[in-house]
C-alpha cells in the first residue's frame, strides 16, 4: 500500500462515469454476459475464500461472483461516482466497496484468497506496480484472474477511438461503446510478452491463457483471459 504512481483516470469524472454506468447497464447478450461473466463465474466458485474485484466500476461483477459459505467480496475501485452506484445496486452482507485503485489496494499483504481485474490493465500504465500489489495482497497459492484487451486485436482496439491523440503506447480521446460513446479514455497498448514477464517478475505463476470475443467481420478475438496463482 502507499504507492505513488498513478495516471489520469477518466472514470473519476462524473462526466464519464455517467456514461459509463448507462451503457453497462443497457449493455445487454453481449461478449460480457457471454464470454466474460461465464468465465468469472467458472474461476471464482473454485476460489476457498475471500476475493477482491480490481477496479469494480459500478459493481456488476458482484452479482456474478461466486462465494462460498462465509466468503466475502470486496469491490475495490477509484472512481467515487461508480462506488456510490455499487453500493446503491448490489449491497449485500458478504460484500464491501471500497475506494482505491490497482497501484493501492486497501487489503491487508496476503490476506485474500482471490484477486480478479476486469478490463483494467489497458487502463494503466504501470503493469508491473500492479501486478505487484495484487501478489502483495494475496496468500501463498492465492488465485487471479484477468481479463484484458488481446494484444493482436489491437488495431480493432483503435478503430473504435476517434478525436484521439497518440503518446508512444497510449491512446486518448473518445471512445465508442456497444450501447454508447465515453467522451475520454485512456488505453495502453501493452505487449504479450510485457504481460507474462510482469506476472512472473511479481510470482505470479501463469497456468491458463485464452483469447475469446470475435466480432462480426473480424478474425482476431478481442480479450485473452490470463489465470494462475502465487
Not at 467522451?183 to 501463469?206: E, G, M, P, R
Amino acid at each position: 500500500m502507499g504507492n505513488s504512481q498513478t495516471e489520469e483516470n477518466p472514470f473519476e469524472n462524473a462526466q464519464v462515469a455517467a456514461e459509463w454506468i448507462s451503457s453497462i447497464e443497457t449493455e445487454k447478450g453481449l461478449i460480457r454476459d457471454k464470454e466474460i461473466y461465464p468465465r468469472l463465474r467458472t474461476w471464482s466458485q473454485e476460489v476457498d475464500g475471500d476475493i477482491i474485484d480490481i477496479g469494480a466500476g459500478q459493481g456488476i461483477a458482484a452479482n456474478v461472483t461466486i462465494l462460498k459459505e462465509g466468503a466475502q467480496y470486496i469491490g475495490i475501485e477509484p472512481s467515487l461516482p461508480l462506488l456510490q452506484r455499487a453500493r446503491e445496486l448490489y449491497a449485500a452482507p458478504n460484500r464491501k466497496f471500497v475506494k482505491g485503485d490497482a497501484y493501492n489496494l486497501p487489503i491487508k499483504s496476503a490476506s485474500v484468497n482471490g484477486c480478479f481485474c476486469i478490463n483494467v490493465w489497458f487502463h494503466l500504465e504501470h503493469l508491473k506496480t500492479a501486478a505487484v500489489e495484487m501478489a502483495r495482497v494475496l496468500k501463498p497459492k492465492g488465485a487471479y484472474f484477468i481479463v484484458t484487451t488481446n494484444p493482436v486485436a489491437y488495431p480493432i482496439w483503435e478503430s473504435m477511438y476517434f478525436e484521439e491523440q497518440h503518446d508512444g503506447n497510449k491512446i486518448v480521446g473518445k471512445v465508442r461503446l456497444p450501447t454508447g460513446v465515453l467522451s475520454k479514455n485512456n488505453f495502453y497498448q501493452h505487449s504479450y510478452s510485457t504481460i507474462l514477464d510482469v506476472l512472473a517478475y511479481s510470482q505470479l505463476h501463469n497456468t491458463h491463457t485464452e483469447t475469446f470475443g470475435k466480432i462480426k467481420g473480424k478474425d482476431e478475438d478481442l480479450f485473452i483471459c490470463f489465470i494462475g496463482h502465487k
